[in-house]
């Protein structure tokens, strides 16, 4: 900005500069005009003087006369002069009347000339001194206002100038700056795109690892995917590591992150409700598999498998709570809803020892008589 200001200064100097010299010049031609006007009107004055002296002169020689006493003819001037050698004498009246009366001409002829000579000169001279003190007003007063609007125009001229640059600075600027932020924008774009590409490579082959039983290396490269980008698949699969691993503390924590996160749904409510359960902290896991059972009729009241999943989690809760009719209230539920009766293998020693340590009543005799009724399967096996 401030070089196309110094630019824009530059050139409205050299046109100020060049506006100056041609007035400066058209005022000279005016002066000049004028002066040559002046004396030439001097020096035609000057000679008509001249000539009526002339004239003055040429009329008094006229006046002289010529004495011839021999009465001798001469036929020309020449004649007249040679009269000498023939004895002719010539004279000119040289009285002292004609004497004073041509000195008294000749004076009043000089004088007039003089004095004519000198009003000449003087008027010439005041007029040329009124008409120089004129222009040098003139000068004193026009040029300075006339400069000063000439500088008033150029100075709005120049300020609008860098005020239409300014806006064209602003323009370029935004330009420049959209144009730069737009770049940046693409550029972290297609950077977030690499970088999503990659973790999803990574979580894939953390998912191998966890199928090959490499936990500790799934892991590490689920850790690398999400530091290049986070993703829900990812948190689940350290969720999947930790449940394995049977670290209960650490899959809490990462599905309370991935509810947190990614909101609520089925899945993380149910396994964050088992993970609960795994600890001494049964209200929490009660509460979870609540809130799943509470979505499942909301969003899918069709999936009648993890309905029946979370009737058997809470029957497994209420008997280590020793709660009876909490249990039997659930375990029919699941026995109504079930595709199919089941009690995993794994449970089954759990189970009988919570309805042993269950008040004896009818209830728990109730709840005995349908657990006997469920069939054992292995965990993960199509029930």
């Known amino acids: 900005m401030s070089k196309v200001k110094s630019v824009i200064s530059g050139e409205t100097g050299k046109i100020v500069f060049w506006k100056v010299i041609a007035i400066a010049s058209l005022f000279s031609l005016v002066v000049s005009t004028?002066?040559?006007?002046?004396?030439?009107s001097y020096n035609s004055k000057v000679q008509q003087v001249f000539e009526k002296s002339i004239t003055e002169n040429i009329n008094i020689i006229k006046s002289l006369k010529v004495i011839n006493p021999n009465n001798l003819q001469c036929y020309s001037?020449?004649?007249?002069?040679?009269?000498?050698a023939v004895n002719v004498q010539?004279?000119?009246?040289?009285?002292?009347?004609?004497?004073?009366?041509i000195k008294e001409k000749q004076e009043i002829a000089y004088k007039d000339f003089m004095e004519k000579y000198y009003e000449v000169q003087s008027n010439w001279l005041n007029t040329w001194l009124t008409i120089l003190a004129i222009i040098l007003g003139l000068m004193a007063i026009v040029i300075p206002i006339l400069f000063l609007k000439?500088?008033?125009?150029?100075?709005?001229k120049l300020s609008k100038a860098l005020d239409d640059v300014?806006?064209?600075?602003?323009?370029i600027d935004k330009k420049v700056k959209n144009y730069s932020e737009k770049s940046i924008k693409d550029l972290e774009e297609?950077?977030?795109?690499?970088?999503?590409?990659?973790?999803?490579?990574l979580v894939s082959s953390a998912q191998n690892k966890i199928r090959e039983g490499s936990y500790t290396d799934a892991e590490n490269i689920i850790n690398q995917a999400i530091s290049l980008k986070e993703s829900k698949e990812a948190h689940w699969g350290l969720a999947?590591?930790?449940?394995?691993?049977?670290?209960?503390?650490?899959?809490?924590k990462e599905l309370e992150l991935i509810v947190e996160k990614y909101g609520e749904d089925i899945s993380s409510l149910v396994y964050l409700g088992v993970a609960y359960g795994h600890t001494i902290?049964?209200?929490?896991?009660?509460?979870?598999?609540?809130?799943?059972i509470a979505l499942l009729k909301r969003n899918a009241p069709g999936d009648k498998r993890s309905l029946s999943t979370c009737y058997y989690n809470l029957t497994e809760f209420y008997l280590r709570k020793k709660d009876a009719i909490k249990a039997l209230e659930y375990l029919n539920l699941f026995k109504d809803s079930a595709p199919s009766l089941y009690l995993f293998n794994d449970d089954e020693e759990l189970w009988k020892n919570s309805i042993s340590s269950l008040p004896e009543s009818d209830d728990k005799a109730k709840i005995n008589e349908l657990v006997a009724k469920l069939p054992i399967v292995a965990r993960g096996a199509n029930n």
């Not at 010539?90 to 009366?101: E, G, M, Q, R, Y």
């Not at 300014?166 to 323009?171: A, E, P």
């Open 190 to 201: 297609m950077k977030a795109y690499v970088n999503e590409s990659k973790a999803n490579a």
């Open 150 to 156: 000439f500088n008033e125009k150029q100075e709005e």
């Open 34 to 40: 004028a002066m040559l006007l002046n004396v030439r």
């Open 166 to 171: 300014g806006k064209l600075d602003d323009i």
């Open 240 to 252: 999947h590591i930790y449940n394995q691993r049977k670290e209960y503390e650490s899959l809490i």
């Open 90 to 101: 010539f004279s000119v009246a040289t009285d002292d009347i004609t004497k004073n009366l």
């Open 281 to 292: 902290n049964l209200e929490a896991a009660i509460t979870n598999t609540e809130k799943a």
């Open 77 to 84: 001037t020449q004649e007249c002069l040679q009269s000498q």
